[in-house]
């Protein structure tokens, strides 16, 4: 008898020891319903949309003319940097934690998409991991003068940006998140 | 190599990762204990029946739209093993018809609710993630990871307490009943736990991919070890590092969790079957 319960403290013991080593980062928020995988072209939890209360969205010489990639700077979640899993798993913690995440500069790297909204294009920059399965990606909005098709990549093509993860409202679907985009570079 | 161990650390500065860890590691134990006792008991394929139900459980819970829905496919479930563990025992449909006619119908049900019923976006992803448990196990949510903590305690506190009417059970059941122990009940307690690992392992390996998690350690085991303790044993620690190496591989390459696990389990299957092979001719 003491042999079995000696058998049973040992995973006990492991239990607690691996319980004891969850200790929570500073985004906390785990207990939140999970927003699961965003089909596209919904890139949140909620479908985005222009609406009124955004500005339309456009690109000149999108981001940084002549450099590679999108400036690492002021960056708080390099997406970019994360293997596919674990660009899908932050994503999701993102999507299901929103509200800690809001105001802080997001990087990523995806494929775009668009969608005709009334006069307007939605734009989005998709994560598709292989085998096409759990696609999620996030909609974004820049500021300016930014004309579709001329200053944006073409449907599919590859695409990094850079944005503040902003709450917006619109009259038809309500809350929805999408990245202010500063940065933009398109890759293909 | 160092490049890949920094990078490993810096993935562990997540809490989700460290609950997939924790979380894994647990299923996998209480999977490869289950399947010692399967395997020798001719049950391999429940798994994958009860694996089917679930999803079909889950799939009803979604269009009803529940918060939570471990507290509707959980007892689902175990009903369900019940029936299927029952079904043995003076019925007209026998064990493995009876395992195939409830896995077919309730996927089939399942996908059905699903397309009729769909609760998001994005259906076809859902149905890989449940089905294959490509990101499962990394978007627990700390109830989850609760809830997984209290069930595996369960069912290692169960499987070890219970040990050696487990074994008599196992064995040779008949002889077990005539012997006074209370085969019907044990049978029952095992249905429960079954039931208990199927649900839990879901979140590892997706629905498709459970008769992996609890059939390869037990056959790995079996190549080189002859005794019931020494390969439970085995077969846990087998399945603890196979589940282990293969998250982790996962995390850095990219790969689907599910898919990666069960090919570790495939590859050390394959070792340890070269292991007993030269064990055996040196005994020889």
Request: hydrophobic fraction near 55%; include cysteine.
């Given at each position: 008898?003491?042999?079995?319960?000696?058998?049973?403290?040992?995973?006990?013991?492991l239990?607690?020891?691996?319980?004891?080593?969850?200790?929570?980062?500073?985004?906390?928020?785990?207990?939140?319903?999970?927003?699961?995988?965003?089909g596209?072209?919904?890139?949140?939890?909620?479908?985005?949309?222009?609406?009124?209360?955004?500005?339309?969205?456009?690109?000149?010489?999108?981001?940084?003319?002549?450099?590679?990639?999108?400036?690492a700077?002021?960056?708080?979640?390099?997406l970019?940097?994360?293997?596919?899993?674990?660009?899908?798993?932050r994503f999701?913690?993102?999507?299901?934690?929103?509200?800690?995440?809001?105001?802080?500069?997001?990087?990523?790297?995806?494929?775009?998409?668009?969608?005709?909204?009334?006069?307007?294009?939605?734009?989005?920059?998709?994560?598709?991991?292989?085998?096409?399965?759990?696609?999620?990606?996030?909609?974004?909005?820049?500021?300016?003068?930014?004309?579709?098709?001329?200053?944006?990549?073409?449907?599919?093509?590859?695409?990094?940006?850079?944005?503040?993860?902003?709450?917006?409202?619109?009259?038809?679907?309500?809350?929805?998140?999408?990245?202010?985009?500063?940065?933009?570079?398109?890759?293909? | 190599?160092?490049?890949?161990?920094?990078?490993?650390?810096?993935?562990?500065?997540?809490?989700?990762?460290?609950?997939?860890?924790?979380?894994?590691?647990?299923?996998?134990?209480?999977?490869?204990?289950?399947?010692?006792?399967?395997?020798?008991?001719?049950?391999?394929?429940?798994?994958?029946?009860?694996?089917?139900?679930?999803?079909?459980?889950?799939?009803?819970?979604?269009?009803?739209?529940?918060?939570?829905?471990?507290?509707?496919?959980?007892?689902?479930?175990?009903?369900?093993?019940i029936?299927?563990?029952?079904?043995?025992?003076?019925?007209?449909?026998?064990?493995d018809?009876?395992?195939?006619?409830?896995?077919?119908?309730?996927?089939?049900?399942?996908?059905?609710?699903?397309?009729?019923?769909?609760?998001?976006?994005?259906?076809?992803?859902?149905?890989?993630?449940i089905?294959?448990?490509?990101?499962?196990?990394?978007?627990?949510?700390?109830?989850?990871v609760?809830?997984?903590?209290?069930?595996?305690?369960?069912?290692?506190?169960?499987?070890?307490?219970?040990?050696?009417?487990?074994?008599?059970?196992?064995?040779?059941?008949?002889?077990?009943?005539?012997?006074?122990?209370?085969?019907?009940?044990?049978?029952?307690?095992?249905?429960?736990?079954?039931?208990?690992?199927?649900?839990?392992a879901?979140?590892?390996?997706?629905?498709?991919?459970?008769?992996?998690?609890?059939?390869?350690?037990?056959m790995?085991?079996?190549?080189?070890?002859?005794?019931?303790?020494?390969?439970?044993?085995c077969?846990?620690?087998?399945?603890?590092?196979?589940?282990?190496?293969?998250?982790?591989?996962?995390i850095?390459?990219?790969?689907?969790?599910?898919?990666?696990?069960?090919?570790?389990?495939?590859?050390?299957?394959?070792?340890?079957?070269?292991?007993?092979?030269?064990?055996?001719?040196?005994?020889?």
């Amino acid at each position: 008898m003491i042999k079995k319960y000696t058998y049973l403290l040992a995973p006990l013991l492991l239990v607690l020891f691996l319980a004891g080593c969850s200790a929570d980062a500073a985004a906390t928020g785990e207990d939140a319903v999970g927003a699961g995988n965003a089909g596209a072209p919904a890139a949140a939890e909620n479908t985005g949309s222009t609406g009124n209360e955004t500005t339309a969205i456009a690109g000149e010489n999108p981001g940084n003319a002549g450099s590679e990639t999108t400036s690492a700077a002021n960056v708080d979640i390099d997406l970019t940097e994360l293997s596919t899993t674990m660009m899908q798993a932050r994503f999701h913690h993102i999507l299901s934690n929103a509200e800690d995440y809001l105001g802080q500069t997001i990087r990523v790297r995806g494929q775009y998409h668009n969608m005709p909204f009334g006069d307007e294009y939605l734009h989005f920059v998709m994560i598709i991991p292989g085998d096409e399965c759990c696609r999620m990606g996030f909609e974004f909005m820049r500021a300016g003068d930014y004309v579709y098709p001329d200053d944006f990549p073409a449907q599919y093509g590859a695409l990094e940006i850079k944005g503040v993860l902003t709450r917006g409202f619109d009259g038809t679907f309500g809350n929805f998140l999408y990245l202010a985009v500063d940065d933009v570079f398109i890759i293909g | 190599m160092i490049g890949m161990l920094n990078q490993l650390s810096a993935y562990f500065q997540f809490p989700f990762v460290r609950y997939a860890m924790i979380v894994g590691v647990l299923i996998a134990m209480c999977s490869s204990l289950l399947g010692v006792t399967l395997v020798l008991k001719r049950y391999s394929f429940i798994g994958s029946g009860l694996s089917h139900v679930a999803f079909g459980a889950t799939a009803i819970a979604a269009a009803m739209n529940l918060t939570n829905n471990v507290l509707f496919v959980l007892p689902v479930t175990i009903i369900c093993a019940i029936l299927l563990l029952r079904t043995g025992q003076n019925t007209k449909i026998k064990g493995d018809a009876a395992i195939a006619m409830i896995s077919v119908g309730t996927l089939a049900i399942g996908y059905l609710i699903m397309n009729v019923f769909a609760a998001s976006a994005n259906l076809a992803g859902d149905i890989c993630t449940i089905l294959f448990g490509a990101l499962s196990i990394l978007t627990l949510t700390r109830t989850e990871v609760w809830l997984s903590l209290v069930l595996s305690l369960v069912v290692i506190a169960v499987f070890v307490l219970f040990y050696n009417k487990i074994f008599s059970v196992t064995f040779d059941e008949d002889f077990a009943a005539a012997t006074g122990n209370r085969a019907k009940l044990y049978n029952l307690i095992l249905a429960v736990i079954i039931a208990l690992v199927i649900v839990l392992a879901m979140n590892l390996v997706g629905a498709l991919l459970i008769s992996a998690l609890v059939i390869f350690p037990a056959m790995s085991a079996m190549r080189v070890f002859k005794t019931f303790k020494a390969v439970t044993v085995c077969s846990v620690i087998v399945s603890v590092a196979c589940a282990s190496l293969g998250m982790l591989a996962s995390i850095l390459a990219g790969t689907p969790v599910g898919s990666t696990v069960v090919a570790a389990n495939v590859l050390i299957f394959i070792l340890f079957c070269i292991a007993g092979l030269l064990t055996r001719r040196a005994k020889s």
